[in-house]
């Protein structure tokens, strides 16, 4: 059994922003995630409800010390790029981290 930390983001765009928002996504925070040392995966879900579409970005870390490396010491508020504000809804300030064990 191994131990690692999953850090969950969320965010909602406009529907129709869906493929553009993954499509920048990608070049940002997906991109940032993996040139992180101790970043174990990226998934990123999305689902259409109506006029809103969620995302919830799902990574996998070593350590705490890690996502320090990619969102600074007060790792639990999300991490916002300047360009987010063209596509995001609402800024949620925190993000959810769990423990995982794979088996």
Known sequence: ??????????????????????????????????????????????????????FWTVTRWDSYASIQGFAGEDYEKARYYPEDAQYLLEFEPTVLHCETFEF
Do not use: F
Not at 48 to 53: A, N, R
């Open 1 to 54: 059994m191994s131990k690692l930390i999953t850090r969950i983001w969320h965010g909602t765009t406009a529907a129709h922003h869906a493929d553009a928002y993954l499509q920048y996504l990608e070049k940002s925070g997906i991109r940032d995630y993996r040139q992180t040392p101790g970043n174990r995966g990226v998934q990123v879900l999305r689902r259409l409800e109506g006029e809103i579409c969620h």
